[in-house]
C-alpha cells in the first residue's frame, strides 16, 4: 500500500543545534515529495517540494531536503534551530502527480533554550 | 492576497447531529480539497473539486458525510449525522490549476468536537 512514514513522532533539541526529521514513502515509482509545518491553530504552510532533478531542495525558513532514491527517502534538515521552529512537520506525498496528497502522522518538534 | 477562509473555527456538537463547515478558497484557484485531521494522525483528503465538480471522493463516508461547490467558488461541507469518530480538526485547501501537481494551500481549519 501507498504510505508515507515518520518514524518520530517527537523531537526535542536545543535552540542552535542542528535538526533532521525523518520521512520515508512506500511506493513503487517516485512521487512528488512535500514538506509541511503546521503551527498551534494555523493552517499548514509548505516548506519545500520535490518534483525532479537536484535531489537537494532548499525551502524557506532556512530548511532544506534531500531526496534519496535507494532509501525512499525525504528527510528535512536545517543546520541551526530557533525557538519560533517549535512546531509539527508533515511529510506528504503525491504517489499519483495528480495533486492527491498522502501525509505522513506528524513530527513535533520542541525546541529547548 | 487573501488565504483559505474557513468558519466555523470551532464547533462542538452531540452524537446524532448535524454540522456544516464552510470553505472560501483563495481568488482564482480552481482546486478545492476537504481533509480531515484526527488527532495524532495527518490529513486525509475527502474530497477533491476542480472547479464545481468532483474529482476524487473515495474516502468520503458518502453515508454521512455530503460535499458541494456549487458555483465553483466556495464549498460546504456537511455530516449527518455526526459519531464520535467524526471529532477531528476538518481542513480546506485548494490550488490552481496548472495541469501538473500544484501547491496546496491550507486554511486555518475548522475543529469538531463530537460529544
Known amino acids: 500500500a501507498q504510505s508515507v512514514t515518520q518514524p518520530d513522532i517527537h523531537i526535542t533539541v536545543s535552540e542552535g543545534a542542528s535538526l533532521e526529521l525523518r520521512c520515508n514513502y512506500s511506493?513503487?515509482?517516485?512521487?512528488?515529495l512535500f514538506w509541511y509545518v503546521q503551527s498551534p491553530g494555523q493552517g499548514l504552510q509548505l516548506l519545500l517540494k520535490y518534483f525532479s532533478g537536484d535531489t537537494l531542495v532548499q525551502g524557506i525558513k532556512g530548511f532544506e531536503a534531500e531526496f534519496k532514491r535507494s532509501q525512499s527517502s525525504f528527510n528535512l534538515r536545517k543546520p541551526s534551530v530557533h525557538w519560533s521552529d517549535a512546531a509539527e512537520y508533515f511529510c506528504?506525498?503525491?504517489?499519483?502527480?495528480?495533486?492527491?496528497?498522502?501525509f505522513g502522522a506528524g513530527t513535533i518538534l520542541r525546541v529547548k533554550s | 492576497e487573501a488565504g483559505v477562509a474557513q468558519s466555523p473555527r470551532y464547533k462542538i456538537i452531540e452524537k446524532r447531529q448535524s454540522v456544516a463547515f464552510w470553505c472560501n478558497p483563495i481568488?482564482?484557484?480552481?482546486?478545492l480539497y476537504w481533509y480531515q485531521q484526527i488527532l495524532g494522525q495527518g490529513p486525509k483528503l475527502l474530497i477533491q473539486f476542480q472547479n464545481n465538480g468532483v474529482v476524487d471522493d473515495s474516502q468520503l463516508p458518502k453515508d454521512r458525510f455530503s460535499a458541494e461547490r456549487l458555483k465553483g467558488v466556495d464549498s460546504t461541507l456537511k455530516i449527518q449525522p455526526a459519531k464520535l469518530e467524526d471529532s477531528a480538526v476538518y481542513l480546506c485547501a485548494s490550488s490552481p490549476w496548472t495541469g501538473g501537481t500544484d501547491t496546496q494551500y491550507f486554511g486555518p481549519g475548522t475543529r469538531l468536537t463530537v460529544l
Open positions: 511506493y513503487g515509482a517516485t512521487p512528488y
Open positions: 506528504a506525498a503525491d504517489m499519483e502527480y495528480g495533486n492527491k496528497l498522502v
Open positions: 481568488s482564482g484557484h480552481a482546486t
